[in-house]
């Protein structure tokens, strides 16, 4: 009974941090935002160019389902490390995730 409890447990903490299945690294040479929507678009060197669903490759996308609070949050770790030329390392899925055909990021760190 006790391991069965224990893989109930486990399964139920390991799909609560799936969401993406892949990183990148790389510096951001563009972000944009527009002020009808609250689509996030940015570029980052090296970023992917290949993807199983998405379709355009031109930019990376911040959803906008994701809370305000959290778009400021990364909003303001992009833009900090646009402007200081810094590396980023993105988190996002390999195998799904587009928002307007884009692929989504799921975290920048």
Excluded: W
Excluded at 4 to 25: K, P, Q, R, V
Excluded at 37 to 43: C, M, P, V
Excluded at 81 to 99: F, L, M, P, T
């Amino acid at each position: 009974m006790r391991i069965l409890l224990l893989s109930l447990l486990m399964c139920i903490f390991t799909s609560a941090h799936a969401g993406y299945s892949a990183n990148f690294e790389g510096k951001v040479t563009d972000v944009l935002t527009y002020p009808y929507g609250t689509l996030i678009l940015i570029r980052v060197e090296g970023q992917p160019k290949t993807h199983t669903s998405c379709t355009k490759f031109d930019y990376l996308a911040i959803a906008t389902d994701v809370s305000p609070e959290s778009r400021q949050l990364v909003m303001s770790r992009l833009l900090l490390a646009y402007a200081s030329g810094e590396k980023v390392n993105i988190g996002y899925d390999k195998n799904g995730g587009c928002v307007d055909g884009r692929i989504r990021i799921h975290r920048v760190g």
